[in-house]
């Protein structure tokens, strides 16, 4: 049973560009959440979702985030024109919706 | 506004002595307690829950304790081993489907 699979692990993208990151769930999870981790800070929550439902989104800033979880595929977390605060480290979460959540790798974006 | 707080940012500790982690949280809604060990460029990963039904939950070396009067919750790791250095978060969340909120972390530093 394969863990929480995110990717890509690393992206580079330059300021004004669109930042796509992905996250799979685990077999059997229907909940996904979505967290930022600034360099020496800790885990700020960002997103909550579940299958085609956005439940709690209100860590997302209001304007270029936006994320989703279709019925079929991975749930994704979208930045419109990012810029150089945007770099982070993006971590995915999924669950039952009971009990504990489990962590993928992370995916850190550079914005250069 | 930090509802669940982790004061010590750091902690060092001989190897095989006892960490004592803490945790403080604001929300008394809030009835599920988790503890995530990280290590650099990984994911959080899941150590050891709570549920406020319970003062006392033990696997393995790791021991947490609520004290749900207080708000405060504590792992103990026994004996601490050098593989066990790594940041510490703390969670909580309000009911079962609800987002994890997270505490700043301690790192803990095992010194042989």
């Known amino acids: 049973n394969a863990g929480v699979m995110q990717n890509p692990r690393h992206l580079v993208r330059r300021r004004g560009q669109e930042a796509r990151l992905r996250c799979s769930p685990m077999?059997?999870?229907?909940?996904v959440y979505w967290y930022r981790q600034l360099p020496e800070e800790g885990l700020k929550f960002m997103v909550y979702?579940?299958?085609?439902?956005?439940?709690?989104e209100s860590g997302m800033p209001k304007e270029r985030f936006s994320a989703e979880f279709p019925k079929e595929g991975p749930s994704i977390l979208r930045i419109q024109q990012v810029v150089r605060g945007d770099s982070a480290a993006y971590f995915c979460?999924?669950?039952?919706?009971?009990?504990?959540?489990?962590f993928g790798q992370g995916t850190r974006l550079t914005v250069v | 506004d930090q509802q669940v707080k982790q004061n010590s940012p750091s902690l060092s500790v001989q190897e095989g002595r006892i960490s004592i982690l803490n945790c403080d949280y604001t929300?008394?809604?809030?009835?599920?307690f988790l503890w995530y060990k990280k290590y650099p460029a990984e994911g959080p990963t899941f150590l050891i829950s709570?549920?406020?039904?319970?003062d006392k939950n033990e696997d393995g070396r790791f021991t947490v304790f609520l004290n749900k009067s207080a708000k405060h919750l504590s792992l103990h790791i026994v004996p601490s081993q050098p593989g066990d250095s790594a940041v510490y978060f703390c969670?909580?969340?309000?009911?079962?489907?609800?987002?994890?909120?997270f505490g700043a972390g301690t790192q803990v530093v095992v010194t042989p």
């Open positions: 709570i549920s406020s039904i319970k």
């Open positions: 979460a999924s669950s039952t919706g009971q009990g504990e959540a489990f």
């Open positions: 929300n008394s809604m809030f009835d599920y």
């Open positions: 077999k059997g999870h229907s909940h």
């Open positions: 979702l579940q299958k085609e439902n956005i439940i709690d």
């Open positions: 969670a909580a969340k309000t009911d079962s489907w609800g987002k994890f909120q």
